[in-house]
């Protein structure tokens, strides 16, 4: 059995990533050290618990379970906390993937699917983002994955073959019911109004009810996470056939905060209660993905994603698991 090792395996896209991988016909190998991440979410799958800047405990996983190549997802992601305090986030982000980096060449491992993120493109000039649009990050967690796309694409010539896949806004359950989203704190606007539906939520704070968009706030490009984890099993297939790639992951389709909320209100029937506040300084007012790349070079197609079905498995997961994970007892 083919095994991968996915940095960051115990986290939200990671623990789905490395499911697809398994009923694939690979072991995923999770090495995540835990600080966001969930145990429970790891399932049966082997585990080592540790930090990607760990250079030579990354080196020792690839050599007890002899992996094939890497998916890594192990990153520090809120927005506005690498604005407060960028220095941790360039440490984790680009030292941690330098340290991945030179893990894999170290252990001639051929293969590193790699995911980054809509925000390199900061705010574009054009809608639907292609991947040929300018490379303008507006905080520190952005410029860090820009960075960290072109350390793989100096450090891979003759090396190895890599795929970074540029998400916008993952969201939605997995249907088996028991992974799920789980981060604290919670910034992202699905679990946010489905807290709200559920009354665990005074009110979804709204920034911003005057943008230049059809019902005045912001456009997202919402993807299932289960067509995200589905895009890095295609992308390992095809850097495997000694293809490198770069390319977003989103649905090529904007829904507005309203309508999520509107939506949420349907698939719930509950209340939710909304908070109109100021724009956010640096929140574009729309982000949609042009993914024709992904479509047409992975031959993937998004096929859980329409609003609802993201709405749907994300509230069955809610209401299934309202505290999340179960938490390692403490002290
Ligand atoms: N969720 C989104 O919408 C989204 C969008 C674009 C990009 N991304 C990227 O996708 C990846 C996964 O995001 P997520 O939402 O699943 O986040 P997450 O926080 O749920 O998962 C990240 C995992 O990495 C682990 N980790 C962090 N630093 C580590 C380190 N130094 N060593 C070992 N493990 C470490 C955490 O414990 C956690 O399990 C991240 O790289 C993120 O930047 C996410």
Redesign the pocket.
């Known amino acids: 059995m083919k095994r991968v090792l996915i940095?960051?395996?115990?986290?939200?896209?990671?623990s789905h990533v490395a499911r697809e991988f398994s009923r694939a016909g690979y072991l995923p190998v999770i090495?995540?050290?835990?600080?966001?991440?969930?145990r429970e979410a790891t399932g049966a799958f082997p585990l080592v618990v540790?930090?990607?800047?760990d250079t030579e405990l990354l080196v020792r996983a690839m050599e007890d379970y002899s992996v094939e190549g890497v998916v890594h997802?192990?990153?520090?992601?809120l927005v506005a906390e690498s604005m407060q305090d960028p220095v941790p986030y360039f440490h984790?982000?680009v030292v941690?993937s330098l340290s991945v980096i030179e893990a894999v060449v170290r252990r001639r491992v051929r293969y590193i699917v790699f995911?980054?993120?809509?925000?390199v493109y900061g705010l574009p000039d054009e809608i639907p983002i292609s991947e040929d649009a300018p490379i303008r990050p507006i905080n520190p967690?952005g410029e860090s994955?820009a960075m960290v796309e072109r350390l793989l694409a100096s450090c891979s010539r003759n090396a190895f073959f890599y795929c970074s896949l540029?998400?916008?806004?993952?969201?939605g359950a997995h249907p088996d019911g028991d992974l799920g989203?789980d981060?604290d704190p919670e910034t992202?606007l699905i679990p946010i109004v489905l807290a709200a539906a559920a009354g665990r939520r005074e009110a979804v704070e709204v920034y911003g009810g005057d943008y230049d968009t059809p019902d005045g706030t912001a456009v997202r490009d919402y993807i299932h996470v289960c067509d995200v984890a589905r895009a890095h099993l295609l992308a390992y297939e095809y850097i495997k056939a000694g293809r490198n790639l770069v390319a977003n992951l989103g649905n090529q389709r904007g829904y507005s905060v309203r309508e999520v909320v509107e939506a949420a209100r349907r698939v719930t029937g509950r209340e939710i209660p909304v908070r109109l506040s100021p724009r956010r300084e640096g929140d574009p007012p729309v982000l949609v993905a042009d993914s024709a790349l992904a479509r047409r070079e992975l031959g993937w197609r998004p096929v859980m994603s329409d609003l609802e079905t993201i709405i749907e498995t994300a509230w069955r997961w809610h209401l299934a698991r309202p505290e999340g994970y179960r938490r390692a007892p403490g002290p």
Do not use: P, Q, W
């Open positions: 940095t960051g395996g115990a986290g939200y896209i990671g090495f995540d050290d835990l600080s966001k991440g969930h540790g930090d990607v800047r997802l192990a990153a520090s992601s984790n982000n941690g995911s980054s993120t809509a925000a967690y994955k540029r998400y916008f806004n993952v969201a989203e981060h992202h």
